[in-house]
Structure formats: C-alpha cells, structure tokens
C-alpha cells in the first residue's frame, strides 16, 4: 500500500488535474466549437496556437510560462501588484500547467464531436425559431456531450501525467507542486526510493488505462449515436 | 404571400430571381440543380445573398445590401427538409416542443388540432428512433407547425418517402393546407404534388425563373413539361371538350377524329380546350376490348415504344392523335407480348383523369 507521503502525492496530483479540467472545460467548448463551425483564415493560426503545448517539448511550455508569470514575468508582476501574491512555484502553477498541456486534446476531442453534428439540425433549429445560443445549448452541446466528456478524460489523464513545464513553472514543493511525476523523479534520484517508484508507476498506469478505456467507450458512443 | 428578389452565387452557381405571389401555397418546381434548395435557404435566412430584397407576408426580412436582415430565428418560417432531421437526443414529445412556445402550444387547442390532423398521438410517447420514415415526418411536419409559423418551407418533404407514403404525406399537407391555413413554399420535382398542393407556381432553371403561374398553366407549356418528364411520367394532355353528358356525369373529350376520352364532368363549354393529368400507373391494359366493365373508357391504341426502368415497364401508346404512358410490371408486358405496333385496348376508368383546369 501506498506511504502517507505518497497519498498525499496522488490525491494533489487528482486535485490539480480535477482544477486544471475544471477549469479548461468552458473555453475547451467554445474554442472546440469555434474551430469546428468558424470558417475563417484567422482560425488556422489560432487553432495552430491551442495546439502549439501538444507538439511543444513540455520543459519549452514551461519556460514560456515561466516568462509570462514568474515574478518579473508581465503576468507574474501584474498579479503581484494586484493580489500581493505569487504564481510561480505554487498549487495554481501546477493547475495552469496541467491545463495548458492538457488543453490541445480536450478542445480537439470537442472539436471532432461538433464536427460529427448535422448542421442541418442546426438550420431546423434556427427555423423554428431558436436563435445560435440556444441553438448551441440544446442541440450541438448535447449532441457533442459524449465527444466533451472524452476530450475531458482524456485531458485529465494528460494533466495527471504532467512533468516537463510543471518542475519548470512549479517546482517541487512537497505538499504543494510535488505531484505524481514529479514525485517519480524524486524517488528515483533519492537511494532506496525503487519500491515508492513502483508503487506510483502502478497507481499512473491503473489510472491511465482507465482514462483511456473511457474516451474510448464514449467515442464509440458518439459515433454509434451519429450514425442512428 | 412572398415578394423575392434574389442574386446569390456560391461555388460557381448564381440564383437570380425574382417574383411575388400571393400563394397561399406556392410550388417552387424544377430539376435537381435548378436552385430550389438554395431559394429556400434565402428565404429561411440560412443564406445571407448580398444582393436581395425578400418579404414574408409583408414583412420585409432580407433588404441588402445595407438594409434589413432579419436572422432566421426571427423570420417564423419554419423548415421541414426531405430527411425528417428529428433531434435524435430528445423523444418525440420533445421534438414536438422543441420551438420557442411549442410546450404551451401543444397543451392548447390549437396545438391539439395539429396533433389530430397530422394522427401524432400515438407517437408521443415514443422513442424516435422506433419510427417509421412516414411517422418521423409527420412528426418533424408537427414540430414545424407548433412553432406557429408565418410560412411553412417545404424541401421536397415526400422526395426520401416510398410512393404510398408520399401520397400519405401530400395527404396531409393537403389537409394542412385546407384545415390550419399555413402558407407553404413547397418545393418539388413531382408535377403531381404540384397540381395537388400548389395554388401558384414558380419554374426554375439553372437558377433562373423560366415560368410562373397556376400549376396547370405551368405544367402545360412545353419547356416545363420538359422538366417534368425529366422526373416523372405523368400524362399532361391538352384536348378539345366534344360535349357533356350530364345524366352519365362525364364529359367526353377529343382524343382524335372518332376517339373520345371520358372524363370526369367539367365546366368548360363544348369546343373549348381543357388539360388533363392522368397517372401512367392509372391505365390498365387489355390484348382484346373486354365486355361489361365499369370503366368508361376501353381505347384501342397501338404501342410505340417500351422502355424498361427497374421493376417497372413503360410504356407508350398511340391513340388517335394522342399518346399516352402506361406503366406496368414486366410480368404484365412479359405475359401481354408487348411490342412496338401491339395493338391494345387502354381502359381507363373517368375517376383517373384529373381535369387541371
């Protein structure tokens, strides 16, 4: 069974992947939506820039991120002289990276699943007298849910296995940034940490087979739905 | 009903129109290509054509550029397409309810109207997906109606429909039409719907406004009777009333010198010129004229031509200075030994001649 140190460490690591979904879910929509229904050059560079973490080295993201919000970075510096707080090295850290790396997968898995909704669906809607907002929330959004929800898990199980811009941007602070992968590197630099390593490689690969299974389960569903 | 005038191009094909008609149903009739679909969506709003001037029941919606544009959502026209496209997410009461204000308007008198005529009830309470193509568009045609539109938009609502179910459907656009008084823009390659259902009728081709008229008017000028044959195999005859015989209730019609057609009892005075329709799948067949049978009318008529569609035989006859289509099961022509020349007798009872005016 797991130490107490390494409980602590996997439930702060479902904390910050839960946050880093949570908070990456609402934009996720829009811009999966945006990406899917948008016909503009425009959306090329921007769909290029949400894309940009997945193709990224993830120590690059985090460098970037580092620039933007460490102390004298021009994010870092502004919530500073607002808040009187930091970013850098904290849990919130560790969330917006999770959320940026995870970000790609989620908004394509949406984008896929918009793209998978008869448009003509959308026109009868229109016709009957739903305007586009309405038109989104009762038709496309859930019709797109199964796609939202895969995008989700999947992004979740990315997030949980987060390394590279989190030891960047956050560190490892036991307790606070020190999550499972960074908890992994820990053990393995530390003499007698073999067993610890196991134990999390074991609890990451439970964890990521179940994510997997799942978006795969929802896919499945999707497609069998679209195609009634 | 509807004023429109329309230039819209996208991907090489340009619609340009323009007309007004006072409906209340109006037939929007061409081949496939012609720009049906496309003068539909410009009027539902789902195109936005640069250059158009579009109103509803007097209201303008579309005056661009620069003017008006109201977006569909506001224009109360409701669309019913080939394909039912019920929300697969939600039941058929769901469905049903779906416009803005549907939910009360199906618990109203009004809205109980629509569930009767259109025979719903025993759909409500079923899964979507468990209906039939025929109920899945009664269903989408009710959703269409609970939204209380100005105008319904008809997309070949019959068109994805076996033949049976076609004329079921027609059936109750016809009892729409007659019972709930909604102004239609039905679009259509079938010239039978178009003489059931429309009271005024624009031809399309390649985009373009080629006639425009009462659907009888229409359909008896050469260049649509081209697009009709395109897609059906109607008999449309022009034919000269001989006299009435008012105690038979027929009136006789000259197919040539000696040959009458006996049709159904008309208004129109002896020497005048009067158009028929007439199915080909109305006319029956026989090697030898048969004796003591309802039917009014037993021609004899040799065949010209035999074509071969399918599960279907056509074929053509000449009758006086007439022709007329037939169409048949192979097994019928097969037992029958049609050929060209064939002499045979055509019965055709008066009920299946449709007088168009």
Redesign the interface.
Known sequence: MLTGAETEVVLLSFQVAGWSVLVSVVPGILLGWLFARWHNPARALLQGLVMLPLVLPPVVTGYVLLWLLGRSGPLGSAWHSVTGGHIAYTTAACVIAAAIVGFPLMVEGIRLSVLGV?R??E??????????G??FL??TL??SLPGVVAGAVLSFARALGEFGATIVIAGNIEGQTRTIPVAVYTLLNAPGGEPGVMRLAGVSVAIALVALLVAFWLGARQRR?VS? | MIEMRTRHSVRGFTLDVHFESAGPVLGIFGASGSGKTTLLHCVAGLLKPRDARISVNTRMVCNRPGGTWVPPERRKCALVTQEPLLFPHLSTRGNLAYASGAKDALESDSGWKIVDVLRLKPLLDRNTASLSGGEKQRVALGRALLSKPEMLLLDEPTSSLDAELARDVLSLLLQVKLELKVPMLFVTHKAGELMALADDCVVLESGKVISQGAPVNVLSKPRAIGVANLVGVDNLLRLEVLRHDEAGGVTLLAMGADVALAAPLCASAPGKTVSVGLYADEVMLCLENPAGISARNALACDVTRISEMGHEVLVELKIGLQSLRARLTPSAAHELGLAQGTHVVALIKTSAIHMLG
């Open positions: 008869d003509r669906l026109d009868v809607s229109r016709s009957l007298g739903r305007g586009r309405a038109t009762r038709v859930p019709l739905r009634a």
